[in-house]
Antibody, heavy 122, light 111 residues
Framework: QVQLQELGPGRVRPSETLALTCSVS??????????WSWIRQPPGRGLEWIGY???????NLNSSLESRATMSLDTSKNQVSLKLKSVTTADTAVYYC??????????????WGQGTLVIVSS | QSVLTQPPSVSAAPGQKVTISCSGS????????VSWYQQLPGTAPKVLIY???RRPSEIPDRFSGSKSGTSATLVITGLQTGDEGDYYC????????????FGGGTKLTVL
């Protein structure tokens, strides 16, 4: 059974860098069969796709965030990481990691982690 | 504002049927598969439908999906109070960097 769990700082000050990790169990993050995604959800609002990373470390990021976001894999810890620099209050959200599955041209997110709330505040 | 358009809310009585629409364009739904996610209150999203109309084995057949042109539809039959929550469609963009897209979400109320 594949499980994902996000870990984050809880609170970050404006202009600082947000760093999140996603611990994966039940499958290796270096498996070529899957990609790994980050999604966020501001309080009371909808989902926003942040990006994904493949087993080779190549990323595809939301164009609105790609100047500030980086993703990486730590295969020794079986973790996926997200860093978002120069945060503002608009980055306050629940951040989810999810496995990106594919079948032919079809891609979908399954499963999702439980999410971690990050509040940007001074 | 989301690229994919969903109705903000739908409602129906227990046992009834609801339909949730997701409207896009040729740059997204029109040339990509659609998935649907259920988010119950206080929980993470969970996939209900992938590849337009496929259900994971653990999802009951009360949930079904379809796609036609640049729109997709989620149908829920035999509504239960436990179905109350938010529902999101998702797909990919073929004109930008093949990024992921979500609809704005639809809140389902079971009266």
């Amino acid at each position: 059974q594949v499980q994902l769990q996000e870990l984050g700082p809880g609170r970050v000050r404006p202009s600082e860098t947000l760093a999140l990790t996603c611990s994966v169990s039940g499958v290796s993050v270096s498996s070529g069969s899957y990609y790994w995604s980050w999604i966020r959800q501001p309080p009371g609002r909808g989902l926003e796709w942040i990006g994904y990373i493949n087993n080779g470390g190549s990323t595809n990021l939301n164009s609105s965030l790609e100047s500030r976001a980086t993703m990486s894999l730590d295969t020794s810890k079986n973790q996926v990481s997200l860093k978002l620099k120069s945060v503002t209050t608009a980055d306050t959200a629940v951040y989810y990691c999810a496995r990106l599955r594919s079948s032919g041209w079809s891609r979908w997110l399954d499963p999702w982690g439980q999410g971690t709330l990050v509040i940007v505040s001074s | 504002q989301s690229v994919l358009t969903q109705p903000p809310s739908v409602s129906a009585a227990p046992g009834q049927k609801v339909t949730i629409s997701c409207s896009g364009s040729s740059s997204d739904i029109g040339n990509n598969y659609v998935s649907w996610y259920q988010q119950l209150p206080g929980t993470a999203p969970k996939v209900l439908i992938y590849k337009n109309d496929r259900r994971p084995s653990e999802i009951p057949d009360r949930f079904s999906g379809s796609k036609s042109g640049t729109s997709a539809t989620l149908v829920i039959t035999g509504l239960q109070t436990g179905d109350e929550g938010d529902y999101y469609c998702g797909t990919w963009n073929t004109s930008l960097n093949s990024g992921g897209l979500f609809g704005g979400g639809t809140k389902l109320t079971v009266l």
